[in-house]
């Protein structure tokens, strides 16, 4: 596909198409939990099918992405995209017909493929409209500030939306945001030119495989469940014959040199240390404040706010730190703020509120930039041919580190509280094995984003420094 596009404007149509696409990722599964219990009821529904209403949709996604965008660089990511679309249009209009709790499961998990096939071509699309480093920029930080608008809104949409209408309205509204999406993005891009490579079957079941056990072991961990250690066993198998096939395949689905580039490798690391602190931290604070420091759901909402507002009103920061820093400074500095903010609650959130709203503040400001700037950096950092697994490649870091980031907070509570978290009127010595596993946490999640962000920073440098003798 020609870059031809000089403004943000000329591209209007395909920016619209390309939003609407990150909208339903974002969109989907925050405007859904507020329904859960309803759907419980309605659907008598146990705990655990409750539980995979959510978690299918999110398994299959984070599954399928590197899969899927090796296969949208092999036969063209606006075909796959146009595809994909019309599986979320179709799979969303059979929720009007679900019956059972089993059903419903099946309709997010045809969602979760639909997610698969077009979020990643989406920044991919969005990267290749224009030439200009800052215009990838600012278009990318467009086409996500609309996703995390849709994240912010969606459960107090969703709530608004429960009073009036049924259960059923949360995921109906998926089918005019693909027919918008669809149009934006036939009409508005040009079918790209598909690589030559072959596909990598074996490669992409085994990558598939990888992620999927990676995603299902830690909420096996929380359960208490023996199998977990079975997935886990099995997600490090597969991952060693992923690695052995992708060195040894004459087309890789994931060409490891590839990542290896410092441009790349930077950049994964920065995305997956955002993603692990900021689902971390906000699981954490949010039994904090519910639990710990007995606030309401609603008063809980409106403690997350100082989050939501720079997430949402943080774009503004992407460009003047692009342009004054660079690219490859902006991605370490924002995500060294990240790793600030997880020290600044691991060590003082436990003594007020105050301390928690900076903990979100420079976390979410963090995430917000490198959300943008490593996405961008990873794709600089491909062949032109590529960029659509690089993409797949940032989502997948994304997704995985979340999960890991709620598995290892939970468990780290679970091993330090004595008797149910959830049963009311904690005894002092629960209150004190609370906070001091709210502490360990943190802090573990400080060392583990530390060590993300210092990877990334020494790759970093070292493209500083080539630049530098290029010079």
Same mark, same amino acid.
């Given at each position: 596909m020609d870059t031809e596009q000089s403004s943000l404007r000329e591209a209007w149509v395909a920016l619209a198409g390309l939003s609407a696409v990150f909208l339903f990722e974002m969109l989907d599964n925050s405007i859904l939990n507020v329904a859960l219990p309803t759907i419980g009821r309605e659907l008598h529904a146990s705990t655990t099918a409750l539980q995979w209403v959510t978690g299918a949709y999110a398994v299959v996604f984070g599954g399928l992405m590197l899969a899927f965008g +090796?296969? +949208?660089?092999?036969?063209?990511?606006?075909? !796959?995209m146009l595809i994909g679309l019309v599986l979320l249009g179709v799979a969303s209009l059979a929720t009007a017909f679900v019956g059972t709790a089993e059903e419903l499961i099946a309709v997010r998990v045809a969602m979760g493929v639909a997610a698969a096939m077009t979020t990643p071509g989406s920044m991919a699309l969005a990267f290749r409209l224009f030439d200009d480093d800052a215009l990838r920029v600012r278009a990318t930080t467009l086409i996500s500030t609309v996703g995390l608008v849709g @994240? +912010?809104?969606?459960?107090?949409a969703g709530g608004f939306v429960l009073a009036v209408a049924p259960w059923q309205a949360l995921l109906l509204v998926n089918v005019p945001i693909a027919m918008l999406a669809f149009v934006g993005v036939s009409r508005g891009i040009r079918p790209d030119q598909p690589s030559k490579t072959g596909l990598d079957v074996a490669g992409a079941l085994l990558g598939t495989l990888t992620i999927v056990l990676a995603l299902v072991a830690p909420t096996l961990f929380v359960r208490g469940e023996t199998t977990a250690w079975v997935a886990t066993a099995g997600a490090v198998v597969a991952a060693v014959l992923f690695v052995f096939r992708e060195r040894t395949a004459q087309h890789p689905l994931l060409d490891l040199e590839l990542v290896a580039r410092p441009l790349v490798s930077s950049g994964l690391a920065f995305k997956a240390a955002a993603g692990l602190a900021t689902a971390g931290l906000g699981y954490l604070v949010t039994l904090q404040l519910q639990l710990d420091w007995g606030w309401s759901p609603g008063q809980a909402a409106l403690g997350m706010l100082p989050q939501v507002v720079v997430l949402v009103a943080g774009g503004a920061l992407v460009r003047p730190l692009m342009e004054? $820093?660079? @690219?490859? *400074? &902006?991605a370490w500095i924002s995500a060294t703020a990240v790793v600030v903010g997880l020290a600044v609650y691991g060590v003082l959130g436990r003594f007020g509120y105050g301390w928690v709203a900076l903990a979100l503040v $420079? !976390? &979410? +400001?963090?995430? *917000? !930039?490198v959300g943008v700037v490593a996405g961008v950096n990873v794709l600089r950092g491909l062949p032109e041919d590529r960029t659509t697994i690089g993409a797949a490649l940032v989502d997948t870091a994304s997704e995985v580190t979340t999960g890991v980031g709620i598995a290892a907070t939970g468990t780290i509570l679970a091993a330090m509280f004595t008797g149910s978290i959830a049963t009311a009127g904690w005894s002092v010595q629960q209150t004190a094995e609370f906070r001091n596993a709210v502490t360990v946490a943190g802090l573990t999640l400080t060392v583990v984003a530390a060590a993300l962000v210092g990877w990334g920073f020494r790759r970093t440098t070292q493209v500083l420094r080539n630049v530098g003798s290029d010079a």
């Open positions: +090796a296969v +949208a660089d092999r036969y063209g990511r606006r075909r !796959v @994240l +912010a809104i969606g459960p107090t004054k $820093l660079g @690219l490859d *400074r &902006a $420079l !976390v &979410a +400001a963090g995430m *917000r !930039v």
